[in-house]
């Protein structure tokens, strides 16, 4: 189990030797984090998120739809603007999965298939548009849509009771460097490629790569080892704890 005292440090380091990882350099997941399965009514918040963001644009976009084309009844209608929320979850979600994969391996692991998820929805809801025409199947996928493409990267669970709050802002605070470091890697390996093999400025850029693929590799390490101190493995561990 890490000590906070040995998390503090290692961010401190980082800190002082990286400061430009800990500006503008934002993770588009795990916005709240709960302990267990149910953290009482924190559970609601990413729900109430959602539907005050997302269902309102709904109604909003299906009324202008409505409007604009009346042809399309209100049904279409509603169903056009729940499918177009729809395929935004499908853009953007690719680009949280790969900050997940450059940042926590545990978290990419459980999350890897939601793209492939998002799309049977966004089918179904189009084949409902189609010919089923049901509002009960619109509302359920819109549901399924909104739990896939928000609430489960706005919400990490699984944390143990003893996690204390500063615990999961050191967690963070890796992942925020482990994303960083990756990006550096990027950018060090695109200006290799366009720079002259055996040339000044590549033989100076390739210490550095080396240097960030290693602080990448140790950042990784350490986020995998404070998630094992911090979270449950997965649902069964969990269930298997609170049965002892």
């Known amino acids: 189990m890490i000590k906070d005292q040995q998390a503090a440090l290692f961010l401190q380091q980082l800190k002082l030797q990286y400061p430009a990882a800990f500006k503008r350099n934002y993770l588009l997941y795990s916005m709240m984090k709960t302990k267990g399965l149910l953290d009482n009514l924190k559970e ?110 706005y919400k990490e669970n699984l944390f143990r009771e003893h996690s204390s709050s500063h615990q999961r802002y050191y967690l963070q605070e890796t992942r925020r460097v482990c994303f960083w470091s990756y ?15 055996g040339s000044a400025k590549a033989q100076r850029l390739k210490p550095q790569l080396e240097h960030l693929q290693q602080l990448h590799a140790d950042a990784l390490r350490f986020e995998q080892r404070l998630c094992k101190s911090l979270k449950h493995a997965d649902v069964e561990t969990y269930l298997d704890g609170m049965m002892k």
């Open 44 to 153: 609601l918040i990413p729900w109430l998120l959602a539907a005050m963001i997302f269902v309102s644009i709904s109604m909003s976009l299906g009324a202008y739809l409505e409007n604009a084309w009346p042809d399309l009844g209100r049904f279409r209608a509603q169903g056009l603007a729940v499918l177009s929320i729809m395929l935004f979850f499908m853009l953007i979600t690719p680009i949280v999965i790969k900050q997940m994969k450059h940042s926590s391996v545990s978290l990419y692991r459980q999350l890897r298939h939601t793209p492939a998820k998002l799309a049977g929805i966004i089918l179904l809801q189009a084949i409902n548009i189609a010919y089923i025409e049901s509002s009960f199947l619109q509302s359920l996928l819109f549901i399924l849509a909104m739990n896939f493409g928000f609430v489960r990267f």
């Open 183 to 197: 990006k550096q890697v990027l950018k060090i390996q695109c200006r290799l490629f366009f720079s002259k093999r």
